[in-house]
């Protein structure tokens, strides 16, 4: 999905497995954080959303 969007000029030219990696641990982080009670599920579900945006809007080309 990574190396999809930088093909696409979506987002910038970098290891798409690092990119990858810091998208999947931000989603990964919540979804721990939630499965073991630190989080109710509507507030992360809430944040996916406002994690993912600006770390991808921030992947943008300049």
Same mark, same amino acid.
């Not at 507030?43 to 992947?59: C, M, S, V, Y």
């Given at each position: ?8 000029? #979506?987002?910038? #030219?970098?290891?798409? #497995? ?45």
């Amino acid at each position: 999905m990574i190396a999809d969007a930088q093909q696409r000029g #979506e987002i910038v #030219e970098d290891d798409p #497995e690092r990119l990858t990696l810091l998208v999947g641990a931000t989603v990964h982080g919540l979804a721990s954080y939630t499965a073991n009670g630190m989080l109710d599920a509507p507030i992360a579900r809430g944040l996916i959303g406002d994690a993912i945006h600006p770390l991808l809007h921030g992947l943008a080309p300049r």
